[in-house]
């Protein structure tokens, strides 16, 4: 461990990274839409966090989800950077309360439900990057964009196994939330590769 406990994040992976300068529009269609899906999928952790810090009153919860938001907030300015506003999903809107919502519902039932939302879906997107990395290095993607899927990966897998420690009970209801999410956040990312 490098001194993090798992209410603080820590540095990110993506400290002193910058956006990878791309023509975006000349990338291989498949690359688009999975940077599209990443744009997605950053936004939506920043909302997770944010239902999560509205939705419960325990501090530690709070501590967590504050610490691990600010992470997820420098993903997504990275993102931010690199996808132009014409090829981000048109879903977002939707996506964003959805995020919200998978923070939200189970702060709201309690830390055992919130860290196991967390540990499986941060265990799901970790897996996720490691696909679309494989996919990227295949299309022969540029050195600077493979730097930010991989540093987002690493921060993804500090998260999820921030919360396993966080939260090592996991009752019935907790693991529901989790594979709820888990599926939710598998069907969002397939439909904002298209929309």
């Known amino acids: 461990m490098d001194g993090r406990t798992p209410l603080d994040a820590g540095p990110s992976a993506t400290s002193g990274l910058t956006p990878p300068v791309l023509d975006f529009a000349a990338l291989p269609a498949r690359l688009r839409r999975e940077l599209r899906a990443d744009h997605v999928g950053e936004t939506v952790a920043v ?7 509205a939705g419960s009153r325990d501090a530690a919860v709070r501590r967590f989800a504050t610490s691990h938001r600010a992470v997820e907030q420098r993903h997504l300015g990275l993102f931010d ?4 506003p014409a090829h981000r999903s048109r879903l977002l809107p939707l996506l964003r309360a959805g995020g919200w919502l998978m923070g939200w519902l189970p702060a709201k039932a309690g830390a055992p439900a919130f860290y196991a939302v967390v540990a499986e879906v941060e265990h799901w997107v970790d897996g996720h990057y490691g696909a679309q990395i494989a996919v990227a290095r295949r299309l022969g993607a540029d050195d600077s964009l493979l730097a930010l899927l991989d540093a987002c990966r ?26 709820v999410a888990v599926a939710g956040s598998r069907a969002g990312v397939a439909l904002a590769r298209w929309v």
């Open 47 to 53: 909302r997770l966090y944010e239902g999560a810090i």
């Open 154 to 179: 690493n921060d993804e897998r500090h998260h999820s196994e921030d919360a396993a420690r966080a939260g090592r009970v996991r009752p019935p209801l907790a693991r529901l939330l989790a594979a």
């Open 81 to 84: 950077a690199t996808v132009p």
